[in-house]
């Protein structure tokens, strides 16, 4: 336990120094009031740290420069990442520049703005006529229903003018939630029914993944474990629940688990989930008393949570280390062909084989590991030690290498 305890203050004492480095770097570039476009690194971070500015580091240099939307006309992620654009926002209590998320270009056009913690959605006709909408839980608050409901209805009556072709858009957007995905379909629709003379509207990826504080991937593998548990001796001479017999081996286990990353905060930490299943057959590597055979088996199924730190972001090799806690559920605990000897009222000593059969135990411990992710493929090995909630089998420490297959 105290080594957990250890790694969880190395990796605490890290956040500070994650939080003020640059924690989401992404390839992309700007586009200046000029029009060139430069490319680079830009620090992805949150909506409100997004709207307001552009962390941007050229490239060849090693300082990121923070870009107002004065400064620049917009910016991109590579590989169609998301793509902001610099706007005059007029849904608020005054005008205010921002950076825009840009969804749809076309005949009518669709702008995402982020203001005072909501989502505002501007429409754009090709004259420059805009209605923005704001995205509202009419229930959230019961108190401003019937205001936000009159304000709702103000704007998609403004909507319903700005796309009059389509008789049909006041009554989907009554049907419809107020999102990226589902505005940007409408807007596409109706810019390729009616607006064909602006040529093909261009859709700009939204990319959740990107976008999302926290992101997840899963994954499934198997290996070897190899264990080393002990029996308790309580008197092996007179027959007893315990044999003081100890059990060593390699058995096959397989895991299935899960990775959460938190871009906005660091590339190099992630939480870890890990579900793992392991039928324990072993041999007695020491036995208290001669002869006989004995062997100890066990079913164990156990779940493991902890942290790991990744040491570099290579997209083809990342090696890290990783520790946490670990539950275990062991069931169908037994000893075969054990051992006992009988010597009551002063006679001859007597040996007898038997079997002993013990409860299912519930195992709690700690873990400790190291690996490197190969693309889709991950190696690992860890080393976990769990106690008995009773004491009648005693893992001493356990050994497990797997490798895994990464679904990204």
Same mark, same amino acid.
């Given at each position: 336990m105290k080594k957990v305890i250890v790694f969880i203050l190395l990796l605490l004492a890290t956040i500070p120094q994650q939080l003020m480095a640059q924690v989401n770097p992404q390839k992309g570039y700007i586009i200046t009031n000029e029009n060139d476009t430069i490319y680079g690194t830009i620090d992805y971070l949150?909506?409100?740290?997004? &709207?307001?500015?552009?962390?941007?580091?050229?490239?060849?240099?090693?300082?990121?420069?923070?870009?107002?939307?004065?400064?620049?006309?917009g910016y991109r992620l590579a590989d169609d990442g998301i793509y902001y654009v610099s706007r005059l926002f007029t849904g608020g209590e005054k005008p205010k520049l921002l950076f825009a998320e840009f969804l749809l270009q076309g005949?009518? *056009?669709?702008? #995402?703005?982020?203001? $005072?913690?909501?989502?505002?959605?501007?429409?754009?006709? $090709?004259?420059?006529?805009? &209605? !923005? @909408? #704001?995205? $509202?839980?009419?229930?959230?608050?019961?108190?401003?229903?019937?205001?936000?409901?009159?304000? #709702?209805?103000?704007?998609?009556?403004?909507?319903?003018?700005?796309?009059?072709?389509?008789?049909? !858009? %006041?009554?989907?957007?009554?049907?419809?939630?107020?999102?990226?995905?589902?505005?940007?379909?409408?807007?596409?629709?109706? $810019?390729?029914?009616?607006?064909?003379? %602006?040529?093909?509207? @261009? !859709?700009?990826?939204?990319?959740k993944k990107k976008a999302a504080a926290v992101t997840h991937r899963f994954y499934v593998g198997a290996g070897i474990n190899y264990a080393f548990y002990e029996a308790p001796d309580d008197n092996v001479r007179h027959r007893t629940e315990f044999s003081g017999n100890k059990y060593s081996g390699i058995a096959p286990t397989f895991i299935a688990g899960a990775d959460f990353m938190f871009?906005?905060?660091?590339?190099?930490f992630m939480a870890q989930l890990e579900l793992s299943y392991t039928p324990h057959n072993y041999k007695a590597s020491e036995?208290?008393?001669?002869?006989?055979?004995?062997?100890?088996?066990?079913?164990? =199924? %156990?779940? #493991?949570?902890?942290?790991?730190?990744?040491? *570099?972001?290579?997209?083809?090799? !990342?090696?890290?280390?990783?520790?946490?806690?670990?539950?275990?559920?062991?069931? %169908? @605990?037994k000893e075969k062909n054990v051992v006992f000897m009988y010597d009551y009222h002063g006679g001859e000593p007597q040996k007898t084989t038997g079997d002993l059969v013990f409860d299912n135990e519930l195992r709690a411990g700690i873990y400790l590991g190291a690996g490197i992710d190969i693309g889709h493929i991950r190696i690992n090995a860890l080393w976990k030690k769990a106690k008995s909630s009773f004491n009648c089998l005693?893992?001493?420490?356990?050994? =497990?290498?797997?490798?895994?297959?990464?679904f990204k």
């Open positions: 949150t909506d409100a740290r997004n &709207v307001q500015a552009c962390l941007f580091q050229k490239k060849g240099e090693t300082e990121y420069k923070s870009l107002s939307p004065s400064d620049i006309k005949g009518v *056009s669709l702008y #995402r703005y982020y203001y $005072d913690d909501y989502n505002y959605f501007g429409f754009v006709d $090709d004259n420059g006529k805009e &209605v !923005i @909408i #704001r995205n $509202d839980n009419l229930n959230n608050d019961l108190s401003t229903y019937n205001q936000k409901l009159q304000e #709702r209805r103000q704007k998609v009556q403004e909507l319903n003018a700005l796309m009059y072709q389509d008789k049909t !858009i %006041a009554n989907r957007m009554w049907k419809m939630d107020l999102t990226s995905n589902d505005l940007t379909e409408l807007v596409k629709q109706y $810019d390729e029914q009616f607006c064909t003379y %602006a040529g093909d509207c @261009i !859709i700009f990826k939204y990319d871009p906005r905060f660091s590339r190099y036995v208290m008393l001669e002869g006989g055979n004995p062997k100890m088996s066990t079913n164990e =199924i %156990a779940l #493991r949570f902890g942290a790991s730190y990744a040491f *570099s972001h290579n997209r083809r090799f !990342i090696p890290y280390i990783k520790g946490g806690l670990h539950i275990a559920w062991n069931s %169908a @605990i005693n893992e001493k420490g356990c050994g =497990i290498l797997t490798i895994a297959y990464l």
